[in-house]
């Protein structure tokens, strides 16, 4: 172990600093895009369980959210997302997370992880736009879809989605306030999706503008 380490050391000494492309600004969507096409990868590093957390924070306390924080990060996994912890100077201001449709990747700000309340709904809201990302067909494409009728959203997330979001993102986006704020309802979806494979269709009932999309793109037969 000794001489691997040396070796290590040595080859460090030896070779140039491999840096990150250049961004014009951190803290934008300049930096945060870089991250998200993983050009930019210094300070970002993939996490498996909540354990992870309490080593980057130890005076934080994640008993009480690991149980469901886990289990939503290995329904990821099982779909193929992968959660990154990454530092604040990727994201915009006030920005705790990011889900990548085209990466399928999920990026947790680190300023927020230290706050086991705010990790666990953040993880929540972006693994439920993952579950948005499946239920328009695949992950593997860029279009998500509302997993349940709108009227069905409490108004209060309703409200939250106007004041935060432009009308286009509202549909997806109040959907995912509700779910971030819901103990096991991203949960509860994202075993669905497991369970059928990629297809929750096939438990969850469709709106009937997804099921159009659906079935236009052979997803649905007819």
């Keep these: 172990m000794k001489r ?3 070796v290590m050391s040595a080859l460090m000494l030896a070779s140039p600093v491999m840096a990150d492309p250049e961004v014009r600004e951190w803290k934008t969507l300049d930096s945060m ?16 369980s909540v354990n992870a957390l309490a080593l980057e ?24 997302v992968s959660v990154y912890l990454a530092d604040d100077q990727y ?8 889900y ?4 399928n990747n999920f ?10 309340v705010m990790f666990l709904q953040t993880l929540r809201h972006e693994a439920y736009h993952a579950a948005q ?9 860029n279009n998500i879809a509302i997993i349940y009728p709108e009227e069905v959203v409490p108004a209060a997330y309703v409200l939250m ?36 494979g990629g297809e929750p269709w096939k438990e969850i009932e469709p709106t009937p503008m997804t099921r159009e999309w659906l079935e236009n793109n052979g997803f649905i037969n007819n």
Excluded at 33 to 48: K, L, Q, Y
Excluded at 61 to 75: F, Q
Excluded at 133 to 141: L, S, V
Excluded at 162 to 189: C, D, F, H
């Design 4 to 6: 691997l380490a040396a």
């Design 33 to 48: 895009g870089c991250m998200m096409v993983r050009d930019c990868t210094n300070g970002v590093d993939a996490i498996v």
């Design 57 to 80: 924070f130890p005076y934080s306390n994640y008993n009480e959210i690991k149980v469901e924080a886990n289990n939503i990060i290995d329904e990821l996994q099982l779909m193929g």
């Design 91 to 98: 994201f915009p201001r006030g920005h705790a997370g990011v």
């Design 100 to 103: 990548y449709t085209v990466g």
């Design 107 to 116: 990026f947790m700000n680190k300023s927020y992880a230290d706050d086991p």
């Design 133 to 141: 990302d499946a239920m328009a067909g695949t992950i593997n494409n």
């Design 161 to 196: 989605a106007e004041i935060a979001y432009p009308p286009s993102a509202r549909p997806w986006e109040q959907e995912a306030k509700w779910a971030g704020a819901t103990p096991n309802m991203t949960l509860e979806v994202l075993r669905v999706i497991n369970r059928t």
